[in-house]
């Protein structure tokens, strides 16, 4: 009998010899159908690749240059592609709403090895074929909904495909439905509680029991607001478009960070000033190589994600070694007066204090010469149901835990619930009008 512990669980607990001999023979592939992309077919000459027989070992891999959102926006819509036109069945693009859009290609092939990572991922959350999952995540060019709903449907859940926004019929559907897991950006979920009420429904209602939440970075001590105000496990899920969008690495039922499907990618971890490789357990930017795509091959992309490798092995018995939760990017850096804030850091601390409802938001602007800080946080709304002396109190507090943390002191704005915008997407969580002088 199969262990329903594991979606294949042959190469998820597999040696790191066998994940090894797995890597080098498809990065054989990939590089065979690199050759046949504009991008690749000059990149590869310069460094002296002409076929996969120069990639001798898995180190041969440092030979290839990284490759930065630049390329594929300088080679849009074609650059990359490696196949006839007629052997694609999929694309997707990146919003581009700062600047050209990045476009990628997946044959029948692509997209069938891109579904099982997807059937493996949840597998591995401990979810299967009896769960009812709400995929709250917009369909369309954005990958976050069509890759995990063919990824559920695989696993033969029962899928509805609710797509983002629409809250009140979200709930309706939850309800009506018994909806168990969810896939959903993390500031959403956290919004939909202050909803509940309006709508007339309770938590005892609803069935739900866990999430998947991704697509935007946040802390831990917002998954444990989730997992407290919901009472569901809320597992983490991490990828990108570029890499074919979720199912790059996921949380197992231990949600200790997140295994890398290795035998799918290969992950490195660079210094992002000199782009020297630094070993397990040490932070620094994720580098991807996709090893399952042949229609438009990506080898050491440049995420500009911040994390780190952890070194010892997971309970769960899965052999993929884990990323850690995304700590930050290379270009959401704040420079503040002169001092650099990381939006995480901020977050960190307000999400750890009890009384912080579940959305807050970031604002930076010029006063004079200087830069002001101002962090807008709501509040649960029993708060303001007390004394102001209370509130001022509460700010004070926030200030200074805040000031303790990033060395600047903002000024910092109680709300009350419903108060600041909200996404049914990615969370806009930093609004810094000094770019737009
Ligand atoms: P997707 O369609 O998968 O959301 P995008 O290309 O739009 O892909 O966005 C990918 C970026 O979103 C990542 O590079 C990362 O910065 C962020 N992201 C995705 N998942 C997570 C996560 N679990 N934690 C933190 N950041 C994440
Ligand atoms: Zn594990």
Redesign the pocket.
């Known amino acids: 009998m199969s262990d329903v512990r594991y979606w294949n669980k042959e190469i998820e607990t597999a040696g790191r010899s066998e994940i090894e001999t797995v890597q080098l023979d498809r990065l054989r592939g990939i590089v065979t159908s690199a050759l046949n992309a504009p991008f690749y077919k000059k990149q590869l000459c310069k460094v002296g690749i002409n076929s996969a027989e120069d990639i001798k070992s898995l180190d041969d891999l440092r030979r290839i240059p990284f490759a930065e959102k630049d390329d594929l926006r300088q080679n849009y819509p074609k650059g990359f592609l490696a196949v006839e036109p007629g052997e694609v069945v999929r694309i997707h693009t ?2 581009g709403t700062t600047g050209i859009p990045t476009v990628i290609y997946l044959t029948a092939a692509d997209l069938n090895a891109a579904t099982d990572l997807l059937a493996r991922s949840i597998v591995a959350t401990g979810a299967g074929r009896e769960d009812v999952f709400q995929n709250m995540m917009s369909y369309g060019l ?3 909904g069509l890759g995990l709903h063919y990824g559920a449907e695989r696993v033969g859940m029962m899928v509805i495909p609710a797509g983002g926004g629409n809250t009140k019929r979200q709930v309706q559907l939850m309800k009506d439905f018994q909806t168990t897991v969810l896939h959903i950006t993390p500031s959403y979920l956290l919004h939909i509680d202050s909803k509940l009420a309006d709508y007339g429904v309770t938590l005892e209602q609803l069935n739900l029991k866990k999430a998947f ?6 802390s831990e001590n917002a998954r444990c607001k989730i997992e407290d105000t919901y009472r569901i496990d809320a597992y ?7 890499m074919n ?2 199912g790059v690495a996921f949380e197992c039922v231990y949600k200790n960070d997140l295994h890398v499907w290795e035998d799918a990618y290969i992950v490195e971890i660079i210094d992002s000033e000199t782009g020297q490789i630094l070993p397990d357990g040490q932070e620094g930017e994720v580098v991807l190589t996709n090893l399952i795509r042949h229609a438009m091959p990506l080898m050491r992309y440049r ?3 911040l994390a780190f490798i952890h070194t010892e092995p997971c309970k769960c018995g899965r052999s993929h070694r884990r990323l850690s ?2 700590l930050g ?1 290379t270009d959401d850096m704040l420079i503040i007066n002169g001092v650099n804030v990381f939006p995480s850091q901020i977050e960190e601390v307000i999400m750890r204090i009890p009384e912080v409802g579940t959305n807050y938001q970031i604002y930076i602007e010029k006063d004079g010469v200087l830069d002001r800080l101002t962090v807008k946080v709501e509040l649960y709304s029993k708060m303001f149901l007390g004394e102001a002396k209370q509130i001022e109190k509460l700010k004070a507090k926030i200030r200074e835990e805040l000031s303790a943390s990033i060395t600047i002191k903002p000024a910092v704005e109680l709300h009350e619930p419903g108060i600041l915008p909200v996404s049914e997407g ?1 969370a806009v969580r930093v609004v810094d009008s000094r770019k737009q002088l």
Do not use: M, Q, V, W
């Open positions: 990146s919003s954005f990958t976050g939440i991704g697509a935007e970075p946040h983490n899920s991490y990828g990108l478009s570029e969008g979720p995420t500009r994600d939760r995304i990017r990615k």
